[in-house]
């Protein structure tokens, strides 16, 4: 079965970087569109990136564009989430996510992980 499984989540303080990984099995990852979401506490789900199956383009939602960064291996299964310069804003809980086949954007998922949690804070 599908699973997405994220790692790499934790405290630190405003200024800092974290790296999150999401490990992705039971399906041909290779072949997926793939997405990073949060959801802060008493929010929403706000999409944060996406990047093509094959890694040729990336997006990013305004709020984080310039500051986090988002790759994939496919030898490994893996997609990442480099987020620099971390504000208080960005403390939230951090969903990998493969994107639905045919959606029209990278916020359209079909299967999720159970979240690592960021946390900003001085």
């Known amino acids: 079965q599908v699973q997405l499984v994220e790692s790499g989540g934790g405290l630190v303080q405003p200024g800092g970087s974290l790296r999150l990984s999401c490990a992705a099995s039971?399906?041909?990852?290779?072949?997926?569109?793939m997405s990073w979401a949060r959801q802060a506490p008493g929010k929403g789900l706000e999409w944060v990136s996406g990047?093509?199956?094959?890694?040729?383009?990336?997006y990013y939602a305004d709020a984080v564009r310039g500051r986090f960064t988002i790759s994939r291996d496919n030898a490994k299964h893996t997609v990442y989430l480099q987020m620099n310069n971390l504000k208080l804003e960005d403390t939230a809980l951090y969903y990998c996510a493969r994107v639905a086949v045919g959606s029209s954007w990278f916020d359209e998922y079909d299967y999720w992980g159970q979240g690592t949690q960021v946390t900003v804070s001085s």
């Open positions: 990047i093509y199956s094959d890694a040729s383009d990336t």
């Open positions: 039971g399906f041909t990852f290779r072949l997926f569109d």
